[in-house]
């Protein structure tokens, strides 16, 4: 059964600090992995699609990368700002059905201090 | 394509009530998904159409709740005999058919019941 662990789950850095979010799951085989981003009382904007041929994907200040041997990911967020506090998720398609269904670690929530 | 819409936004209901939610996905998506979401918590599976057709429902989906995707456009969540436990943000999602895409989602529905 896919498991998907995230950590730190809560981070606080001061604003233009570079951080690294962690992301690991226990299977594998997967197609993809998709960070996420979530407001309070919101829901899901995706932030970025991995596809497990790559081992990064980029847009703008965020960077994800996939290691997919050892079930890791990392999301790395350049020079902060308070704008991107917020939960960050990660999710894998679950490999053991045909529905691709998500599954979702608990998140890490960040708070970028002025 | 203006994305996943969901709604209502918020609902507010007492104990013993029936609610009915709606996910409009986005039009060329075949695929769409329903999940829960607790505080503090990732998003949990409910269930999953492939265009009209209900394919896969979590154990987490009680027999008081149903959900229907008529002629494959839009879905509807049903909750009857609404608890206390049913509080929780509902969020639907939406993807192509092929393993390669991701996922949007939409902005949920906030049920709280009192």
């Known amino acids: 059964k896919q498991e998907v662990t995230q950590i730190p789950a809560a981070l606080s850095v001061p604003e233009g600090e570079n951080l690294v979010l962690n992301c690991s799951f226990t299977?594998?085989?997967?197609?993809?992995l998709q960070w996420f981003r979530q407001d309070p009382g919101k829901g899901l904007t995706s932030l970025l699609l991995?596809?497990?041929?790559?081992r990064e994907q980029t847009s703008g200040r965020l960077n994800a990368s996939l290691d997919k041997s050892s079930g890791r990911s990392t999301l790395y967020i350049a020079a902060s700002q308070p704008g991107d506090s917020a939960t960050y998720l990660c999710a894998v398609p679950d490999p053991g059905g045909a529905t691709n269904k998500l599954i979702f670690g608990t998140g890490t929530l960040l708070a970028v201090q002025p | 394509d203006t994305g996943v819409s969901q709604d209502p936004r918020h609902k507010i209901t007492k104990r013993g009530q029936n609610v009915t939610f709606r996910c409009d996905p986005i039009s060329e998506h075949n695929r769409l998904y329903w999940y829960r979401q607790t505080l503090g918590q990732g998003p949990e599976f409910l269930t999953y159409f492939q265009n009209e057709a209900q394919l896969e429902k979590s154990r987490l989906l009680s027999d008081r709740f149903s959900a229907e995707r008529p002629k494959g456009s839009f879905s509807t969540l049903e909750i009857q005999r609404t608890e206390q436990g049913d509080s929780a943000m509902y969020l639907c999602a939406s993807r192509p058919t092929g393993a390669n895409y991701g996922y949007t989602f939409g902005s949920g529905t906030r049920l709280t019941v009192v």
């Open positions: 991995i596809q497990s041929s790559q």
């Open positions: 299977d594998s085989a997967i197609y993809n």
